[in-house]
């Protein structure tokens, strides 16, 4: 089976009962099965029997991307969806295709596929006033690089858009949250994937991700902004992060978001050695015993995202 022919897709990124203008095939015991054909449409009951019982994932013929992308803003644009709706749509079908960016061992490719994605993020914040609440609400919490990338980025673009930043700043800083971990590629997955605490010299190797992820940007065309959240994120304005020790106003600005967003999504995310906090004990935490390692106007902007989004909620 190749699967280089096919890119993933989630099931909840379909209209139901409405016809689609691509194939639809299910990967069962490694033969690739016909679903769904072109111009057909798949039910509501089966959507919400997929969602319940299949960890299966879809895939459509790579050919067919330009379809499916079509089919995806047209569904978000059609102005029959309401800002929900809107939010699982585009959180749906951006979930299949971070996985598939951050399996690809083409950087230069995957950071091209990632702009539409980044731009769709940034339209629907700036246009949907309820967008981020609705976004951080479909967290999944659990942790896998791509949806804590993917949930960082997120985050990172409703915090930078409270804190003034514009529509292209914004694609920058939500293009660096994305790939702010990509040097974790070349840490030995013993360590990404292991179930427990890092001994110090399993630590002392994840803490080289940044460097890793700079050497991985620098043979790439991103901006400079981009780089510095990839390498800057561990930093603090107490001098005392990593790589560098960089401290206060020396950390570039958007990698000061990124520090704040990818620890409250560290902190919130189910992992198997620890129990996530709830968004509000997290801010807490962040606000009382780390504050002091964030820039504080960020930090007072990163508490009025949170309580925005949460207000209305008893998760929070």
């Not at 409703?158 to 293009?175: I, M, N, P, Q």
Request: proline content about 5%; hydrophobic content about 35%.
């Amino acid at each position: 089976m190749d699967l280089e022919k096919y890119f993933k897709i989630r099931i909840n990124s379909i209209h139901p009962s409405k016809p689609i203008p691509f194939d639809i095939f299910i990967n069962i015991n490694n033969k690739m099965v016909h679903y769904l054909r072109r111009g057909n449409a798949i039910s509501v009951e089966k959507i919400l029997n997929f969602e319940s019982k299949s960890s299966n994932p879809f895939y459509v013929p790579v050919e067919q991307r330009p379809d499916y992308k079509s089919y995806v803003h047209n569904r978000i644009s059609s102005g029959e969806l309401s800002s929900i709706e809107k939010a699982v749509v585009l959180r749906e079908c951006s979930i299949a295709l971070v996985e598939e960016l951050f399996e690809s061992p083409d950087i230069g490719q995957a950071l091209e596929e990632s702009k539409q994605i980044i731009t769709n993020f940034v339209e629907l914040i700036d246009d949907e006033p309820t967008a981020m609440s609705h976004l951080i609400s479909l967290s999944s919490h659990d942790f896998y690089t791509y949806n804590h990338s993917l949930d960082v980025s997120i985050y990172s673009i409703g915090l930078g858009s409270v804190a003034g930043y514009s529509r292209l700043d914004l694609k920058e800083l939500g293009t660096g949250a994305l790939f702010h971990d990509i040097g974790k590629r070349n840490v030995s997955t013993s360590i990404i994937t292991k179930s427990g605490p890092l001994n110090d010299i399993e630590w002392a190797q994840m803490q080289k991700h940044p460097q890793f992820g700079l050497q991985i940007l620098n043979d790439e065309n991103v901006a400079e902004s981009v780089k510095a959240c990839c390498f800057e994120h561990h930093e603090s304005f107490l001098g005392n992060g990593y790589p560098q020790q960089l401290e206060g106003e020396d950390i570039h600005p958007m990698a000061r978001i990124v520090a704040i967003t990818d620890t409250y999504d560290a902190l919130t995310t189910k992992r198997t050695y620890n129990k996530p906090m709830s968004p509000r004990d997290a801010m807490l935490f962040m606000t009382h015993k780390l504050g002091k390692k964030y820039d504080p106007d960020l930090m007072e902007a990163m508490n009025e995202v949170m309580f925005r989004a949460y207000s209305s909620s008893t998760n929070y």
